[in-house]
């Protein structure tokens, strides 16, 4: 299985300001035949499912704003929120759909400062 | 838009069978891998398998031999069954779908609303 693992588990940002989450796979997802890397990123409110934010780890979904982007290649990626706003408050997860078992990381909470 | 809502009971005692199913709206059941994912409370979520229209499935090893998800193309729906449960599968259970693409199925979205399963004697 591959393993992925999130640093940090929590942060607390002020509003206005960066905040960057990083994900590390155990092995690659990047595919040499399309050279697409198989990373999503989430975004997860309380009561509620997760949102689909990012997907070929820099492609953001309809809707996503641009404030939020992904970037990385291969094991190592990194979810970047610029200029923090109070709606981004929640529990963000990466996930790679590079080979079965599909497996998720445990997730980072981001919060206010 | 394709929409999911699922359904199924909530709380159940030791050695039971989970059994959740998943109706899928607006959209085209065809195209998409049909999963089921958990979260524990607190935690990342975890895979536990999927399904096509066809009916072919792939499981998380770690729960293969108590894991059956089965899919009703009439309904536009596709079910879950874990047997013998216990407290550490305590958990919400999602359904998800996974679009197929060239590069085969990508992430999950759309999700169902999630249900809340306690295991608890």
């Known amino acids: 299985d591959i393993v992925m693992t999130q640093s940090p588990d929590s942060l607390a940002v002020s509003l206005g300001e960066r905040a960057a989450i990083h994900c590390k796979s155990s092995q690659s997802v990047l595919h040499s035949s399309n050279n697409k890397n198989y990373l999503a990123w989430y975004q997860q409110k309380p009561g509620q499912p997760p949102k689909l934010l990012i997907s070929?780890?820099?492609i953001r979904e309809s809707g996503v704003p641009d404030r939020l982007s992904g970037s990385g290649s291969a094991t190592d990626f990194t979810l970047t929120i610029n200029s923090l706003q109070a709606e981004d408050v929640a529990f963000y997860f990466c996930?790679?759909?590079?080979?079965?078992?599909?497996?998720f990381g445990q997730g980072t909470k981001v919060e206010i400062k | 838009q394709v929409q999911l809502h699922q359904w199924g009971a909530g709380l159940l005692k030791p050695s039971e069978t989970l059994s959740l199913t998943c109706a899928v709206n607006?959209?085209?059941?065809?195209?998409?891998?049909w999963n089921w994912i958990r979260q524990p409370p607190g935690k990342g979520p975890e895979w536990l398998g999927e399904i096509n229209q066809g009916g072919s499935t792939n499981y998380n090893p770690s729960l293969m031999s108590r894991l059956n998800i089965s899919v009703d193309t009439s309904k536009n729906q596709f079910s879950l069954r874990l047997n013998s449960v216990t407290a550490a599968d305590t958990a919400v259970y999602f359904c998800?779908?996974?679009?197929?693409?060239?590069?085969?199925?990508?992430?999950?979205?759309?999700w169902g609303q999630g249900t809340l399963v306690i295991v608890s004697s």
């Open positions: 070929w780890a820099s």
């Open positions: 998800a779908g996974a679009l197929i693409t060239m590069a085969g199925p990508i992430a999950f979205d759309p």
């Open positions: 607006r959209g085209s059941f065809s195209a998409f891998y």
């Open positions: 996930q790679q759909y590079s080979s079965t078992p599909w497996t």
